[in-house]
């Protein structure tokens, strides 16, 4: 996808030094366009707390550059497997509900702990992180041609007009390497010629929606308007969304969907105006060791100065204002889960398949093994 | 209800002077408390679109007190009652959804238009006005006195735990002139020593949660958690939320109720979840002239800056920042429809009842005239 008409990826390894890695600073989107340096595995973790990346997929890609940079730390170490194990513990405590952080942890520390040679390691990790982040740009190019069937599908009924379609939080290409999971039907869409426009939900308290999916929309020329979290069930109660696409952070092995905070209030208001409610994810982010979703996904709390304060440009510099009484208590989840009822169907790299584990096991058997 | 210890009303007439009507400015709450003065008809007008005050009681007793001021102005004019019908329009004009507005409009019209002499018009739209004011304080009283039973029943199953109440916008004394309509039985509750907890919705975009409920319920000492909009849906799937209080703009003769955007959302978690909705209002708000309140209630649509630029505080003063791209779309609606069957009861001032017309009309047989 592009920025001011450029194709990037959101992560990439300096084309002149190998040990450096460079993703785009998500915190200061849409206001400025800055590029972080991630040269060790503290500043991976940092880059993952802090939300200098997020979504999903791009957190599952940006911990795999971290064990890679853990192998070319571990080469000076006495136990080099211990150090790796340390550092594999750092990246999946920065952040508990998506899944993807320790599947590519995992992936890493399986295909490494048998390798003694210092410089072996860093080039295994090396070209396997550069495999998860292609497989993820491939994975987000299926879902997306799986995905725009079924908005073709609604565009004959529309007659021309617009298939509106409705998104929480960012999972567009910012959240993965390219493309995006819930936006890549999106803009394979666009790309076919096909009617669209997307309803932005700003996805408080982090925005987002706001800040991310409708400056990437922006950049891509696809029409939108962003709306408030509380704007969505009033607009389908009125006719004006056609379908609802989300992404996942985590989905259990019964469909049960964890997806950015509010998501579950927008399946409800889809369900009850009967509009299809569709998930887009790479399999990465399936956890079929989780057969209740609503009952076992870990739900991230952070800070309360996430809903106290909001953070946006004004005067020309990028600020963050207090918008309650300084004494006020706050409480702030990240996510929450949405039951696999309501859940029209999910989107996946093989293909279509209901929210179920019947569904999610005619498409991905090996994940109940 | 107090602010910083004194007990306030929202608005009142100025102590040395009958014709300056004085209000805390609620657009600059919690961060300053202001007041404004209200000297015209032009001023009253500007204080309910501009939502310096807000809350469809308040605005009614404000829009009452408008009709007193176009007196004033009226009094050298050649046909006062030709201007009266002029300052009508302006005032019922400035914001579409509250009934209230209309209601109290034209309460003092209808007793005005058969007045000849100007000095009697001035006299009784005073006497007026301050009747609908003492009226309303007495209704909120009246709702506080019936919703606190409910929070009592719930209490007795909580074994002290406090009972968690969840509110979406401000219906407390802010909203009114005092006790408010929806958090009225909370400060009952507190009065007579039922422990409570209330989970205060920031409400997007406006935010009168985090600015106008948090800061009331603060002053008051009631404790309470601020969280964003998408939070309510999550706190409900797990317990922590007994039960739901929110205001009204307009209840329809079929029960349907319109609140601040993002209410039918709550309502639909509530139901997915057994958790008691309850609307608190005043009769002011029933409008039986309409029986579909979902197809019918007029929505207002306000400035799409609202949900593009959010106010706060930074480095000590009041500030807009921008949150998103500068040029992103956005539409902004003020309220939706919650429909009946979502909602267990009405709170109002001559008891509990149904959201249905036979529950309506049990109680207000008249509103059906």
Known sequence: MKIKGKHEHTIWVNENDNALIQVFDQRYLPHRVDIFDIRTTDEAAFAIKEMVVRGAPLIGVTAAYGMYLGCIEAKDKERPNLFLAEVAT??????????????????????????????????????MANQIKQDDINISKHIGKFGVEIIKQISEKKKGEPVNILTHCNAGWLATIDWGTALSPI????????????WVDETRPRNQGANLTAFELGEQDVAHTLINDNTGGHLMQHGMVDMVIVGTDRTAG???????????????????????????????????????????????????????YMQGKVDGEIKSI??????????????????????????????????????IRSLFPEKYD
Chains 1, 2 share one sequence.
């Open 90 to 127: 750092k990246l999946n405590d920065t952040r508990p509900t998506a899944v993807n952080l320790s599947w590519a942890v995992h992936k890493q520390l399986n295909a490494l702990h048998k390798i003694k040679d210092p410089q072996e390691k860093i080039k295994v990790a090396f070209d």
């Open 187 to 198: 803009y394979h869409a666009q790309k076919e010629g096909v009617p669209i426009h997307v």
């Open 254 to 308: 019964n469909g049960d969907v964890a997806n950015k905070i509010g998501t579950y209030l927008k399946a409800l208001a889809a369900h009850d105006n009967n509009i299809p409610f569709y998930v887009g994810l790479p399999s990465s982010t399936l956890d079929c060791s989780i057969m209740d979703g609503v009952k076992d996904i870990p739900i991230e709390t952070r800070d309360e100065n996430e809903v106290k």
């Open 322 to 359: 207090l918008i309650c009484p300084e004494a006020t208590p706050a409480l702030n989840y990240g996510f929450d889960v949405t039951p696999a009822k309501y859940i029209t169907g999910l989107i996946t790299e093989r293909g279509i398949c209901e929210a179920s584990e019947k569904g």
